[in-house]
């Protein structure tokens, strides 16, 4: 059995968005105890993060962390903005291409007028977009 994968990007005091995608079904799913751990861990890694960004110059930081057979990988904006998976051991390629393809979708987010910068996204246009993308690579 894999574990789910959780997607979260985060904001600069904040979770701005949140999607767990079981991997078998491509639909949300795991027990309290599971997701509550998977938060633990990507909140456990914000400092990586911090710390990683700052020894390079590309938007892609690849995998931060790894806890139990999982890793944390990252893609940091222009506008410091994280967008933090936690998988168990995807590929490089696919997680990358994964993270180019939602910060499309964000990209477009944030130019809606709208939508006020680095408040929680409620678009559920958004979300099935992220949704889709996240079985197209990851699943």
Known sequence: MSSPILFVIVGKNEPLFEAEIDTHTGTTGGNDLSTRQNYFVLHSALDLV???AWTTNSMYLRVVDKVNHQQVSTFLTAGNIKFMLLHGGKGEEVVRS??????????????????????????????????????????
């Open 50 to 52: 911090e710390k990683s």
């Open 98 to 139: 994964f993270f180019n393809e939602v910060y499309g979708y964000y990209v477009k987010l944030s130019m809606n007028p709208f939508y006020k910068y680095d408040t929680p996204i409620t678009s559920l246009a958004f979300e099935n977009r992220v949704r889709a993308a996240a079985r197209a690579y990851l699943c």
